[in-house]
């Protein structure tokens, strides 16, 4: 999951499958518009570009983990 901020007056964080967005575009005010696959949309204070960086990010995180839980089986099996 990735965390967004919303456009309310208490900054509300709240937290996204990065695999339901659809869109990420860019809004007015440097703010971005998030559109999901459930035909909701989201406006957050972060821009594209740091949407864009935090779902590389998990995904990242994601086939990092993998891959250390692959190398851990290998080793296991080695001995």
């Given at each position: 999951?990735?965390?967004?901020?919303?456009?309310?007056?208490?900054?509300t964080?709240?937290?996204i499958?990065?695999?339901?967005?659809?869109i990420v575009?860019k809004?007015?005010g440097?703010?971005?518009?998030?559109?999901?696959?459930n035909?909701?949309?989201?406006t957050?204070?972060?821009?594209?570009e740091?949407?864009?960086?935090?779902?590389?990010d998990?995904?990242?995180?994601?086939?990092e983990?993998?891959?250390?839980?692959?190398?851990?089986?290998?080793?296991?099996?080695e001995k």
């Amino acid at each position: 999951m990735i965390y967004l901020t919303r456009i309310d007056e208490e900054k509300t964080k709240f937290s996204i499958n990065p695999r339901k967005i659809l869109i990420v575009e860019k809004s007015i005010g440097g703010m971005s518009n998030v559109h999901t696959d459930n035909g909701k949309v989201f406006t957050v204070v972060e821009t594209e570009e740091e949407i864009n960086k935090k779902i590389i990010d998990y995904e990242a995180a994601i086939i990092e983990q993998a891959i250390k839980k692959a190398m851990q089986e290998v080793s296991r099996k080695e001995k």
